[in-house]
Structures are given as structure tokens and as C-alpha cells.
């Protein structure tokens, strides 16, 4: 496999990740009634959501390398639809969210159309 498909993989691999331990770290809130400081304060010095912006940062320096290869109209659908799936999947299983069966049929039919907006890469 191509070096930048590789990154691609690695980027929204890291985007999910991020995202997913943001939402983590933010489970137990932010104190009621801090002011704008207060609610700064509170995600900086949470080292869970630190480590979430840490991974989207490294996950833009392996973006930015996929795209000088791969093609935003192929790159970005890849990103952000399998970002999903593997967000939506951790979400259920990690996180104890719920799919109703509308929200699953629609997984498969974002999944169906990206694979054929990326059907170039064959």
C-alpha cells in the first residue's frame, strides 16, 4: 500500500480517536456556573480532552500529507465517512449510546455512497 494511503488510514484513525476521547474526558461536565475562564480551565487542565487535541493535531500532519497525494474529492469522503463509522461504533460499544434502526440504515447507506464517490482508487 501507498505511504499516503497509509497516512490517510492513520489520520482518521487518530481523528476518531480524538473525538472519542474528548467526549470521554467531557463526560462528567464543567463546573455549574464558571465563568468563561473557569470552563478554559476546566478542559486544559483535563488530561483525557488534552490528549484529544493532542491526536487532532497529529492527525492534521498526516491529513495534510495524505492530500498532497490523494485527490479531496477522494480523500475527504474516506475521512470523514469511516471517521464516522468508527466513532458511531465506539460510541455504542464504549460509551453505552443507542442506534435506532433509521440511523443504522443510514450508516450503510453513507458507507454505500462512499464507496462508490471513491470508487477511483481501483
Known amino acids: 500500500m501507498k505511504p499516503y494511503y497509509i497516512a490517510l488510514a492513520f489520520a482518521l484513525v487518530t481523528n476518531a480517536c480524538a473525538n472519542i476521547l474528548i467526549k470521554t474526558g467531557m463526560k ?12 478554559v ?17 497529529l492527525q492534521m500532519v498526516f491529513y495534510a ?12 469522503p474516506l475521512m470523514t465517512s469511516v471517521g464516522f463509522l468508527i466513532v458511531v461504533t465506539a460510541s455504542v460499544v464504549m460509551l453505552n449510546e ?7 440504515l443510514g450508516l450503510i447507506l453513507i458507507m454505500a455512497g462512499v464507496a462508490m464517490v471513491a470508487s477511483r482508487l481501483a
Do not use: C, D, K, M
Request: glycine share 16%.
Open 28 to 39: 462528567g461536565g464543567l463546573p455549574q456556573g464558571a465563568g468563561v475562564s473557569g470552563i
Open 41 to 57: 480551565r476546566g478542559i486544559l487542565l483535563n488530561p483525557i480532552v488534552v490528549a484529544g487535541v493532542v491526536l487532532f493535531g
Open 65 to 76: 500529507y495524505a492530500l498532497s497525494r490523494i485527490p479531496l474529492s477522494t480523500a475527504y
Open 98 to 104: 443507542t442506534l435506532s434502526l433509521i440511523q443504522v
